[in-house]
Nanobody, 124 residues
Framework: QVQLVESGGGSVHSGGSLRLSCAASGYTYSSRCMGWFRQIPGKEREGVAAIDSDGRTNYADSVKGRFTISLSNTKNMWYLQMNSLKPEDTAMYFC??????????????????WGQGTQVTVST
């Protein structure tokens, strides 16, 4: 059973930075897509960034150049470095993963294992 635990959320002022972490356990298939998503109450969940087990990344246009997704050497943790944060980045952030059988990992794809979320609040 795959379990994911996010950490690193918090409150920052506009222009600040935060680093989110996702710790994963319980994999039975090691080739995976790993992603970060965010959701504001009352709105649809938005895919932010994705990375595959080989380290290839993809980003939503709204965060390109500001956010960076990365993977630990052990491949059981991934991170989201968020720089130049804006108030519109305020949301609950979730990490997620799915088995990867080839092709590209994109943040708009369907992921089947999710963490509980960590809140990010950016104030002006």
């Amino acid at each position: 059973q795959v379990q994911l635990v996010e950490s690193g959320g918090g409150s920052v002022h506009s222009g600040g930075s935060l680093r989110l972490s996702c710790a994963a356990s319980g994999y039975t298939y090691s080739s995976r897509c790993m992603g970060w998503f965010r959701q504001i109450p009352g709105k649809e969940r938005e895919g932010v960034a994705a990375i595959d087990s080989d380290g290839r990344t993809n980003y939503a246009d709204s965060v390109k150049g500001r956010f960076t997704i990365s993977l630990s050497n052990t491949k059981n943790m991934w991170y989201l470095q968020m720089n130049s944060l804006k108030p519109e980045d305020t949301a609950m952030y979730f990490c997620a993963t799915r088995p990867w059988y080839g092709g590209t990992c994109q943040p708009y794809q369907v992921y089947n294992n999710w963490g509980q979320g960590t809140q990010v609040t950016v104030s002006t």
